[in-house]
């Protein structure tokens, strides 16, 4: 196999370094040797979540978590805002939970704003949100902090937020905003091989979900909570990616957090920019443009699969757009440990093939 350094959104570029890490000798999960792992790792966590709230270490990928959140903390019903494919995807958790649940959704390239979630709120049928922070398909980013402060006017809403492809990239203060449950995967802007996701969840979170009568099993968040008092995790975890955050965690802490989002930032900017110098135009609606993908409109109806055949034979790859968005939008990623000379080179690369 060929090596092509990722610019899609998930699974990212994973240093040399990290994938080391997840190589060394296995140890018990059980023994103390596993504790000590798990308690080196979870302060560090803590500074990326900006919590103080127990963060939960769960052998799946993110969407095992998605589905945990509204399974764990629904008694009456969901409301779930939907701006793209990932919005939806919780949505359809709900359903398949056999749980009620109802869309707010706005059209896809939107961002959800706070008077549409106060305005379902008020009515008083909901007890759980659930907010994509950083949609992947659209590349918009929604104004979570915004949002939060008409969630915390409702005492008994657990306010459920999908951070896997930005926390890492952009700052998300868990605690600040009132999250109740805030959790991601691994393999995106925290730039870990896939196959573990991480949620902080709330004490608020932890008593409603005592109310919560079918949690399920594998997700069942009380008994996270009772393994994680000893600092262990319910069933086997995946140690080799347990070792590799521990590394990947001090690698962030080294560069600074506000330095890593400021990174996220610029490459950002460089993206949107190339995309409009070069006759595109941005899928995102102005001002809630993300952090970590740009979703650029094919306005110049170029080739998607075409681009991304003659930047494979230069060792790079892209995403076209998502499900129904394929050829009429195209997303360059640019989180987790790329930096900005990956991303010129990208671009002159990109330029050279297309002849723009
Ligand atoms: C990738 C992604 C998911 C799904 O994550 P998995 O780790 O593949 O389960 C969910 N939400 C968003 C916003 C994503 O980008």
Not at 56 to 66: C, I, K, N, Q, R
Not at 171 to 179: Q, V
Not at 201 to 213: D, F, H, I
Not at 293 to 307: F, M, Q, Y
Request: hydrophobic share 40%; proline share 4%.
């Amino acid at each position: 196999m060929k090596y092509k350094k990722l610019f899609i959104p998930g699974p990212t570029e994973v240093s040399k370094e990290v994938r080391e890490a997840m190589g060394v000798f296995m140890i018990g999960h059980r023994a103390p040797e596993f504790s000590e792992l798990y308690k080196e790792v979870h302060p560090k966590l803590q500074k990326l979540f900006y919590t103080n709230n127990p963060i939960f270490l769960s052998t799946s990928s993110g969407s095992g978590l998605m589905e945990a959140a509204v399974r764990n903390l629904t008694n009456k019903r969901v409301l779930s805002c939907i701006i793209g494919a990932f919005g939806k995807r919780w949505y359809q958790m709900a359903l398949a939970n056999g749980l009620e649940a109802d869309p707010l959704e706005v059209e896809w390239g939107q961002a959800i704003k706070p008077e549409m979630v106060e305005e379902k709120l008020k009515t008083g049928k909901y007890d759980v949100i659930t907010v994509t922070h950083n949609e992947t398909s659209t590349g918009v980013m929604n104004p979570v902090g915004e949002i939060a402060e008409v969630v915390k006017k409702y005492d008994d809403v657990m306010f459920c937020v999908d951070a896997v492809s930005s926390l890492g990239g952009v700052k998300i203060p868990a605690d600040e905003w009132g999250i109740d449950v805030l959790l991601t995967s691994t393999q995106k802007a925290i730039a870990l091989p896939p196959g573990l996701a991480l949620a902080s969840v709330s004490e608020r979170a932890l008593k409603r979900a005592e109310t919560v009568k079918n949690r399920g099993f594998y997700f069942d968040f009380l008994n996270f909570k009772k393994y994680f008092d000893k600092f262990q995790t319910p069933t086997t975890p995946t140690i080799p990616h347990i070792y590799a955050l521990n590394v990947q965690l001090d690698r962030m802490l080294e560069e600074g957090l506000e330095n890593r989002f400021k990174r996220h930032e610029e490459m950002a900017k460089r993206v949107r920019s190339w995309a409009k110098e070069k006759g595109f135009e941005l899928f995102a609606e102005e001002g809630y443009e993300s952090n970590t993908v740009t979703t650029i409109k094919n306005t110049r109806g170029i080739n998607v699969s075409d681009l991304n055949k003659a930047l494979a034979e230069r060792g790079k790859t892209i995403s076209n757009g998502y499900g129904n968005l394929k050829e009429k939008t195209f997303r360059i990623a640019h989180m987790g440990d790329l930096t900005m000379d990956d991303i010129n080179e990208l671009l002159a690369d990109i330029e050279e093939i297309l002849g723009i």
